[in-house]
């Protein structure tokens, strides 16, 4: 139950496009979504984050989608860039657990 | 405002010794949290350290403690080490547990 399913595994997408990333849990607990951005050799660098009571969120060319009643949330990045090549991770916290369960990760290559 | 800071950068071991990783938290901050990354993997929770005291664990075995000292500086000792330990530690750091700021991470190489 404490399991976030994530995909795609991998991605690539052309510079000014779209990318999109899709997670899942199952924990109802959970009450803050964060996304993270981790690029090789490096830790990852937390992008932006959502609570549930909230269904958009929006920072910059980021935005978090979040679909409560079906216990989804997706990172959508617009106008892609081939700098944001990376591995993302999605990622569920609850207030009794406090720790971070990730999902599996997606290996983002924007092509220029 | 330094962000999170950990040492050393990268470390090799041999089977069955012992190893010791630090971890200086972001100003401000008075909870540390340990993950264990293994390659091509989302990061694992170890535990999570508030008020000196392990407040949290997750699924790892005894081989792995850690202390957390009055300026909030952490560390994370790893004892009889197994191949199947070697992976990047990270270590994050927040103020009550919810935004998580990550450090840059031990490579650990147990040979």
């Known amino acids: 139950q404490q399991q976030v399913k994530q995909s795609p595994q991998s991605l690539i997408v052309q510079k000014g496009g779209i990318s999109i990333i899709n997670c899942a849990y199952e924990n109802t607990a959970f009450d803050y979504f964060p996304w993270y951005q981790q690029f090789p050799g490096k830790g990852p660098a937390l992008l932006i984050a959502i609570r549930p009571d909230v269904s958009e969120k929006k920072e910059g060319r980021f935005t978090i989608s979040f679909n409560k009643s079906a216990k989804q949330f997706s990172l959508h990045i617009m106008d892609s860039q081939p700098g944001d090549s990376a591995t993302y991770f999605c990622a569920a916290i609850s207030g009794s657990a406090r720790q971070l369960t990730f999902g599996s990760g997606t290996q983002l290559t924007v092509l220029p | 405002d330094a962000g999170v800071t950990q040492s050393p950068t990268h470390l090799i071991k041999t089977r069955g010794q012992q190893v010791t990783l630090r971890c200086s938290p972001k100003?401000?901050?008075?909870?540390v949290s340990w993950y264990q990354q293994a390659l091509g993997q989302g990061p694992q929770f170890i535990f999570q350290?508030?008020?000196?005291?392990?407040?949290q664990r997750g699924n790892f075995p005894d081989r792995f403690s850690g202390h957390q000292f009055p300026n909030y500086s952490s560390e994370l000792n790893v004892n009889a080490l197994l191949l199947g330990d070697s992976a990047l530690y990270l270590c994050?750091?927040?103020?009550?547990?919810?935004?998580?700021?990550f450090g840059p991470g031990t490579r650990l190489t147990v040979l």
């Open positions: 100003s401000g901050h008075d909870t």
């Open positions: 350290y508030y008020e000196e005291e392990e407040r």
């Open positions: 994050a750091s927040s103020l009550g547990g919810y935004e998580q700021f």
